[in-house]
């Protein structure tokens, strides 16, 4: 019986798969796959797979070429009105993808690496782009440029990129307060950000000091007694609370009225977390954001 029930499933996988096939050929064939080409065409048909590449693809005048990007993909809005999704950040609909047509697919990371090799096997270029760091934000904007026959665009946005970064990082080190600040990822359970995230280097940047750096993880849950012992100087708050906002609930937690940011009430929230979170062009403007409030700046 065991081996019929298995005999049973491995023919309706099969058959699966043989619909798969034959809903994606007409696909195929109108799409004209071919083996990968070191160059790309004068005009691109670009696919974003991720929401820091399409900023990116944006600034650097490539607008035009995108024919696909993720759910997630949200700036800059009317550049990205007309141009379909074909999945979610990371995890496209191969059927979508081959319905685009594309000659170039960007992604920093897939949810399924088994589908980065289907996706190639179709002989569609995909180009994996580092973007997790800062100092990878201004070689993922020059590649991107170059990628897309818009090198010296990527070429300028890059060296102002690094040099604003180096002015902030300098204005930073020359800061005589560096507060003790706590970033909140999530609150139920606690969630915060360690050495070598994204978001620890932004805190760095504004000229703070990430309690979490303690932690070589970028992200990691912690209890709120682990928070309370640190006695952070600021709070930053990064999600949108159901009951409310979230630099309120931090406010009135029960046995945080001794906590310095608590008491002194520099709890910070209401932040455009596209800014912070995501490595793209735009991530100095959260540094600078975050300079402006964990410096004095409007807190609950």
């Known amino acids: ?45 670009v696919v974003s797979l991720a929401p820091s590449l399409t900023e990116m693809v944006c600034a650097v005048g490539g607008a035009p070429f995108l024919v696909g990007r993720t759910s997630a993909c949200n700036y800059p809005p009317e550049a990205l009105a007309g141009v379909p999704v074909v ?10 993808l081959v319905t685009a047509r594309p000659t170039l697919i960007l992604d920093v990371a897939l949810a ?28 993922a904007i020059e590649r991107v440029g170059a990628l897309l026959g818009r090198e010296p665009d990527g070429r300028r946005l890059a060296a102002e990129f690094t040099a604003e970064a180096r002015r902030l990082r300098g204005e930073a080190r020359t800061s005589a307060d560096r507060p003790a600040v706590f970033v909140e990822i999530w609150s139920d359970p606690v969630v915060t950000v360690g050495r070598g995230s994204f978001v620890s280097e932004l805190v760095a940047l504004a000229g703070g000091r990430n309690i979490g750096d303690d932690v070589e993880k ?25 009951s409310g906002p979230a630099g309120q609930g931090v ?36 540094a600078r954001e975050l300079r402006r409030r964990i410096h004095g700046g409007n807190g609950r």
């Open 1 to 45: 019986m065991r081996r019929l029930r298995l005999a049973v499933r491995r023919s309706r996988s099969a058959l699966r798969s043989c619909a798969g096939a034959f809903l994606l050929a007409p696909l195929l064939l109108s799409a004209g796959c071919r083996p990968r080409e070191d160059r790309l065409p004068s005009q691109p048909r």
């Open 87 to 96: 999945g979610g950040f990371g995890a496209p609909s191969l059927e979508l």
């Open 112 to 139: 399924d690496e088994a589908l980065g090799r289907r996706i190639e096997a179709l002989g569609l270029r995909r180009e994996r782009i580092a973007c997790e760091t800062l100092a990878d934000v201004p070689r």
């Open 218 to 242: 970028p992200y990691f849950q912690v209890s709120q007694e682990w928070v309370v012992a640190r006695n952070p100087d600021v709070v930053v708050c990064l999600y949108m609370s159901e």
């Open 251 to 286: 406010l009135a937690r029960r046995g945080w009225s001794g906590v310095r940011a608590v008491r002194e009430k520099r709890v910070y929230d209401g932040f455009d977390n596209d800014l912070l979170l995501r490595p793209g062009p735009r991530a100095l403007q959260g």
